[in-house]
């Protein structure tokens, strides 16, 4: 029996490990000159980024932060933090990006559960931290961030990021070590129980940055980046790396642009004065600002934005596009580093492609990037066929998923059942690998003995003139089992009743694109839908509120 030929290695070959540092190195080779710029208040080209990144590694080893130790980092999106993305995982210790979102409860015990050493906090956000400190258990030191006062607070710093940045020199031997040395960790909440923490390597993160960077440059697709690009993110740095984009951007040398605490005045300046030309956030954030009095008033058509964590209506698309803005979708989880695969039009489909066939394909789930391997699958753990109606759950192989939830074996297994892990989406995929999320698998409505998506719903209503958010629910029903409803937050001054939403529906019915089942029975008229700690609708809340 033959068996694969091993490579034998020469003693004196130096076996490369993927290591988060060759992504930072790769920022001074081509564009050494593009600038990192925070809100309207700083600005620097990568030379002096990669030698404030030095001065915080040697700042790290100075207050005590050994290979291995976890740091706890609070602030919003800034310079700070995307430098402690690099930092802190190339001095060999973890990065742990704590959501200040979450309840006070909730970040004690992710900070505890993580056995945060050292925790960097920004000025504004010390309320939070001094709630928990004194039942914190493992937290040594702490490091203050601040925009330029130093507030009085009970907790002890052992000093002011900026004071200790320039106490040190600007260069750092950072070390090799095995690229499966885990780099970051983080928590996701779930419906039910405490946060879960998922965990990446070095290995993990380096390869999703060159599979994510050679998909959206190399594919031909609506949406394509290089290092021309001018990014700004709008969803939050503790939120999965942010996507993997401030790794991406950093590695392709983008200029890029922070913009702190999310205000709407500041991130429309920045996206206008800064000439942003790509973004990334949830649907709620777009629809903030594309449902904005004074959209109109500017020229958005440079500005690419990809769009996740929750579906995109179709109606919310619509509104995009006509103001210039080129949107689309990407997927994927906590769990997923995150990205698993974009929407995908490439020049051919746009020439044959109505309108609203491109609009319906950029909120589709899209194609998997590379290296990914998606299937949907039945409970039994059989792959389903690919034949754009049978459903199924979304389970995926990829080298950047995370190998299981932190300390936490039980839910590790569940979650990595016959070797997939296990996304909790039902999907229905196209003969040409086209993925398309028919609705969370706790959010599936059974109604009248029929399975009901309340995406496919909610994208229906989004496409009302005058719908600002819609997000539909089942409700429990003593006949039916469940039945659908709808909470809906309109335009401004927009006249819209529950019949007018009823009779759209019932066209769509009339049509055979929708079952009858899927009308729902209740429509509220709201001023906001409640939200989870990432923008993402909060359906468990609303399902609560209904009940």
Same mark, same amino acid.
């Given at each position: 029996?033959?068996?694969?030929?091993?490579?034998?290695?020469?003693?004196?070959?130096?076996?490369?490990?993927?290591?988060?540092?060759?992504?930072?190195?790769?920022? @001074?080779?081509?564009?050494?000159?593009?600038?990192?710029?925070?809100?309207?208040?700083?600005?620097?080209?990568?030379?002096?980024?990669?030698?404030?990144?030095?001065?915080?590694?040697?700042?790290?080893?100075?207050?005590?932060?050994?290979?291995?130790?976890?740091?706890?980092?609070?602030?919003?999106?800034?310079?700070?933090?995307?430098?402690?993305?690099?930092?802190?995982?190339?001095?060999?210790? =973890?990065?742990?990006?704590?959501?200040?979102?979450?309840?006070?409860?909730?970040?004690?015990?992710?900070?505890?559960?993580?056995?945060?050493?050292?925790?960097?906090?920004?000025?504004?956000?010390?309320?939070?931290?001094?709630?928990?400190?004194?039942?914190?258990?493992?937290?040594?030191?702490?490091? @203050?961030?601040?925009?330029?006062?130093?507030?009085?607070?009970? +907790?002890?710093?052992?000093?002011?990021?900026?004071?200790?940045?320039?106490?040190?020199?600007?260069?750092?031997?950072?070390?090799?070590?095995? $690229?499966?040395?885990?780099?970051?960790?983080?928590?996701?909440?779930?419906?039910?129980?405490?946060?879960?923490?998922?965990?990446?390597?070095?290995?993990?993160?380096?390869? #999703?940055?060159?599979?994510?960077?050679?998909?959206?440059?190399?594919?031909?697709?609506?949406?394509?980046?290089?290092?021309?690009?001018?990014?700004?993110?709008?969803?939050?740095?503790?939120?999965?790396?942010?996507?993997?984009?401030?790794?991406?951007?950093?590695?392709?040398?983008?200029?890029?642009?922070?913009?702190?605490?999310?205000?709407?005045?500041?991130?429309?300046?920045? +996206?206008?004065?800064?000439?942003?030309?790509?973004?990334?956030?949830?649907?709620?954030?777009?629809?903030?600002?594309?449902?904005?009095?004074?959209?109109?008033?500017?020229?958005?058509?440079?500005?690419?934005?990809?769009?996740?964590?929750?579906?995109?209506?179709?109606?919310?698309?619509?509104?995009?596009?006509?103001?210039?803005?080129?949107?689309?979708?990407?997927?994927?989880?906590?769990?997923?580093?995150?990205?698993?695969?974009?929407? #995908?039009?490439?020049?051919?489909? @746009?020439?044959?492609?109505?309108?609203?066939?491109?609009?319906?394909?950029?909120?589709?789930?899209?194609?998997?990037?590379?290296?990914?391997?998606?299937?949907?699958?039945?409970?039994?753990?059989?792959?389903?066929?690919?034949?754009? /109606?049978?459903?199924?759950?979304?389970?995926?192989?990829?080298?950047?998923?995370?190998?299981?939830?932190?300390?936490?074996?039980?839910?590790?297994?569940?979650?990595?059942?016959?070797?997939?892990?296990?996304?909790?989406?039902?999907?229905?995929?196209?003969?040409?690998?086209?993925?398309?999320?028919?609705?969370?698998?706790?959010?599936?409505?059974?109604?009248?003995?029929?399975? =009901?998506?309340?995406? /496919?719903? $909610?994208?229906?209503?989004?496409?009302?003139?005058?719908?600002?958010?819609?997000?539909?629910?089942?409700?429990?029903?003593?006949?039916?089992?469940?039945?659908?409803?709808?909470?809906?937050?309109?335009?401004?001054?927009?006249?819209?009743?529950?019949?007018? +939403?009823?009779? #759209? @529906? $019932?066209?769509?019915?009339?049509?055979?694109?929708?079952?009858?089942?899927?009308?729902?029975?209740?429509?509220?008229? =709201?001023?906001?839908?409640?939200?989870?700690?990432?923008?993402?609708?909060?359906?468990?809340?609303?399902?609560?509120?209904?009940?």
């Amino acid at each position: 029996m033959k068996t694969s030929r091993i490579i034998e290695r020469t003693p004196s070959a130096y076996s490369y490990p993927l290591l988060i540092k060759s992504l930072l190195e790769n920022s @001074l080779k081509f564009y050494p000159d593009n600038e990192i710029i925070y809100r309207d208040s700083l600005r620097m080209n990568y030379r002096e980024f990669n030698k404030r990144v030095a001065r915080l590694a040697n700042s790290l080893t100075a207050i005590g932060v050994k290979e291995g130790d976890i740091v706890g980092v609070i602030d919003f999106d800034s310079h700070r933090y995307l430098e402690l993305y690099f930092a802190i995982p190339m001095i060999g210790a =973890v990065l742990h990006t704590i959501n200040y979102r979450l309840s006070p409860q909730q970040i004690l015990y992710t900070m505890n559960h993580a056995e945060d050493k050292i925790v960097f906090c920004h000025e504004e956000l010390l309320p939070l931290l001094e709630a928990v400190s004194s039942e914190l258990e493992t937290v040594e030191k702490y490091v @203050l961030l601040t925009d330029g006062k130093v507030p009085t607070s009970s +907790i002890s710093f052992v000093g002011e990021y900026e004071k200790l940045l320039s106490e040190q020199k600007d260069t750092y031997d950072y070390p090799s070590f095995d $690229e499966d040395t885990m780099a970051s960790l983080f928590y996701t909440t779930g419906t039910t129980g405490l946060p879960k923490g998922v965990y990446f390597s070095h290995r993990q993160l380096v390869l #999703h940055t060159i599979a994510a960077a050679m998909t959206l440059g190399a594919q031909d697709n609506v949406v394509n980046i290089s290092s021309l690009d001018n990014y700004m993110p709008i969803t939050p740095m503790f939120h999965v790396h942010a996507w993997g984009f401030p790794y991406i951007a950093t590695f392709l040398g983008m200029k890029q642009v922070y913009p702190g605490k999310y205000e709407p005045e500041m991130l429309v300046k920045l +996206i206008q004065t800064e000439k942003i030309t790509i973004s990334h956030c949830v649907p709620t954030i777009l629809g903030m600002l594309v449902n904005s009095p004074i959209a109109t008033k500017f020229d958005w058509s440079k500005w690419k934005v990809i769009i996740g964590g929750s579906a995109l209506p179709q109606g919310l698309a619509r509104s995009a596009l006509k103001l210039g803005i080129s949107v689309m979708v990407g997927y994927g989880m906590s769990e997923t580093c995150p990205v698993l695969s974009l929407a #995908h039009i490439n020049a051919a489909m @746009l020439a044959e492609m109505t309108e609203e066939q491109q609009l319906e394909e950029r909120c589709k789930t899209g194609r998997p990037i590379a290296m990914v391997e998606m299937q949907i699958m039945d409970e039994n753990g059989n792959f389903l066929p690919w034949d754009g /109606e049978t459903m199924g759950e979304i389970v995926v192989r990829t080298p950047w998923l995370t190998q299981g939830y932190f300390k936490e074996e039980e839910r590790s297994e569940e979650l990595w059942e016959h070797g997939y892990l296990h996304t909790g989406d039902i999907a229905t995929v196209e003969p040409n690998g086209t993925f398309l999320i028919r609705d969370r698998k706790k959010d599936v409505i059974k109604t009248g003995g029929e399975w =009901v998506s309340s995406l /496919e719903i $909610e994208n229906l209503i989004s496409q009302i003139s005058g719908i600002a958010e819609v997000a539909v629910v089942g409700i429990p029903h003593e006949k039916w089992q469940e039945r659908p409803a709808a909470l809906v937050v309109l335009k401004a001054e927009a006249d819209i009743s529950k019949d007018m +939403i009823i009779s #759209h @529906l $019932e066209k769509s019915v009339a049509s055979g694109d929708l079952s009858k089942w899927a009308v729902p029975d209740e429509v509220r008229f =709201v001023t906001e839908i409640p939200k989870t700690s990432v923008g993402k609708i909060d359906k468990k809340r609303i399902r609560a509120d209904f009940a």
